[in-house]
């Protein structure tokens, strides 16, 4: 990792990217960073205060004010808003339904992207999200984009859910991801795409250790 500063993953929901994302920091030995957690903190935050989620100007006002932290820990990063741990809540059922609303936003992005630019001019690291080779990281080096079939992604997501005990609906689980896909894909500012010089993978078929190996063989790791 010499001159290397960021590595850029991208991808629709449950494409895996933070699996991934995570192996392939712990490999490099660098920074790792979900960059939807900010969103969702902010979604999160107007649904307990009942902003409307129509209202751009209280939605960005809220992500303007936001006391996010980040705490790392032996089990992953814990999300802290304003000293308390919202790790799970960001991930409820509720926050999934609206944070594509919330994130297409362009005032709500306008507050979120200069802090996760912050945070990768700190030092090397793998940041995950929708935007990050187009927009947040646009001069990456190392830009990757997952792809994966709906049906597999909503799979994943049931089995990872079933894993935590937590049991979902298959069906309703896949309405979702069609539904988010649309919108973040859909949206004006920094819709989700792959940068023009994306490496993209295909990961129908593939497991976790399959896909950081192919990153791993990229030419501006070696
Ligand atoms: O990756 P995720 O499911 O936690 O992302 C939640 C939402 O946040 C997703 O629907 C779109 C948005 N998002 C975004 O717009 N840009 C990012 N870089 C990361 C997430």
């Known amino acids: 990792m010499t001159d290397l500063i960021a590595i850029a993953i991208d991808g629709p929901a449950a494409s895996g990217k933070t699996a991934v994302g995570r192996k392939v920091a712990e490999r490099l030995g660098c920074r790792f960073l979900d960059t939807g957690g900010a969103y969702r903190a902010v979604t999160l935050e ?16 809220l992500a303007e004010n936001i006391d996010i932290e980040l705490i790392g820990g032996p089990d992953g990063d814990r999300l802290l808003i304003a000293g308390a741990d919202v790790t799970d809540d960001i991930r409820s059922p509720a926050v999934d339904r609206a944070v594509s609303q919330v994130s297409a936003m362009s005032g709500v992005r306008a507050a979120v992207v ?3 630019r912050r945070i990768a001019a700190q030092g090397p690291i793998v940041m995950v999200g929708r935007d990050i080779g187009t927009v947040v990281l646009s001069d990456s080096k190392v830009k990757i984009y997952m792809e994966a079939s709906a049906e597999i992604r909503a799979d994943r997501r049931v089995r990872e859910m079933e894993r935590s005990g ?24 920094s819709p989700l795409k792959p940068a023009d010089d994306a490496l993209c993978i295909d990961t129908d078929g593939l497991d976790v250790g399959q896909v950081v190996e192919r ?3 990229h030419p501006g790791l070696s």
């Open 46 to 61: 107007a649904l307990r205060q009942g902003v409307d989620l129509d209202d751009e100007s209280k939605l960005s006002e």
């Open 114 to 116: 200069p802090q996760q």
């Open 166 to 189: 937590r049991s979902l609906d298959p069906m309703q689980v896949l309405e979702d991801i069609v539904r988010r896909d649309r919108i973040d894909s859909e949206r004006e500012d």
């Open 215 to 217: 990153i791993m063989r």
